[in-house]
């Protein structure tokens, strides 16, 4: 039984990883601009058919896909910021939401139409190695796909923490109005965040894909822990987001061993959801609300 909650437990913290690191994008965006991205699950599920069809058609392993999709998605985000998002950016809340929920319903059927509804994996030679760590097997893909995604989390810290460009969107994030007193492009600030924020999701489903499989909706759910893991760290906060990601993850797999139905795996993942916003609203490690 020890092994049976050892493993659990190592797989829950592995998967964890790669959550944080769409969690991270989704904080970034709203920490920068204020807005709720629903469309996030969306830009992870194309990152996956980004992965799957260099794969088949090139040969080209999903971890190299990872850093062709770094530009690429970063561009892609850029695009959809100064398009679509930034004309609503001074819109009620309501209408920000309906505009992301309406690009995940496009972007949704855009798959659909293109690729089918039917659910895609890749078969790689490495997909199903292993090694022993205790009583506890460890997946190698798994294993990667975590690391990388915590360094990526941790790469995209120290640039906010350390360079010119990721001072000035901390300094829109902050005070917006501060930052353009100061000649900050908050415009061009707001394209980078939400750029970067669409590449680290992508990427995040990037990681996957060796181990998970592809289809048009598989990013809903993704929203949905993303949106956990974000308000159980602290809305706009990067380290939370990193916490929070282990916590889910953690919680999710205990979840499917220690409830009934393995089916109900998430239902302590928003029960932790409804907790928070009870009991601490502001996350474990956001500020208090005033």
């Known amino acids: 039984m020890l092994g049976v909650y050892m493993q659990s437990i190592i797989s829950g ?21 204020k807005i709720i991205n629903f469309a996030h699950g969306e830009f992870l599920m194309f990152g996956m058919y980004f992965a799957f069809f260099l794969s088949t058609l090139f040969g080209i392993d999903p971890y190299i896909s990872a850093i062709l999709a770094l530009p690429l998605f ?3 985000g850029w695009g959809i910021q100064a398009l679509l998002v930034r004309p609503v950016l001074g819109a009620p809340d309501m209408i920000q939401i309906l505009l992301t929920v309406g690009i995940s319903l496009v ?21 199903g190695l292993t090694f022993e760590f205790g009583p506890a097997r460890v ?28 001072k000035a969107l901390r300094a829109c994030a902050e005070e917006r109005e501060g930052a353009l007193a100061v000649g900050i492009d908050v415009e061009k600030m707001y394209k980078v965040a939400f750029g970067l924020g669409i590449a680290c999701v992508a990427i995040a489903g990037i990681l996957m894909t060796p181990f998970f499989y592809t289809a048009p909706t598989v990013g809903v759910p993704f929203t949905l822990t993303a949106f956990v893991v ?3 760290g602290g809305l706009g906060n990067i380290p939370g987001a990193l916490v929070g990601g282990l916590i ?24 932790i959801f409804i907790l928070i916003l009870l009991l601490r609203p502001q996350g474990l490690f956001g500020q208090k609300l005033s």
């Open 139 to 166: 997946s190698y893909s798994r294993l990667f796909a975590c690391v990388v995604a915590l360094s990526v989390a941790g790469g995209l810290y120290l640039f906010l923490k350390k360079t010119d460009v990721g």
């Open 74 to 76: 970063l561009m892609f």
């Open 248 to 271: 889910v993850g953690l919680v999710e797999s205990l979840g499917e061993i220690m409830l009934p139905v393995a089916s109900l795996k998430s239902l302590g993942t928003f029960i």
């Open 107 to 127: 972007l949704q059927n855009l798959a659909l139409f293109f690729f089918s509804a039917d659910f895609q994996s890749l078969n790689l030679g490495y997909s």
């Open 230 to 232: 974000v308000v159980l």
């Open 13 to 33: 913290l592995l998967i964890g990883g790669v959550y944080a690191l769409i969690a991270v994008g989704l904080t970034l965006i709203f920490g920068v601009m």
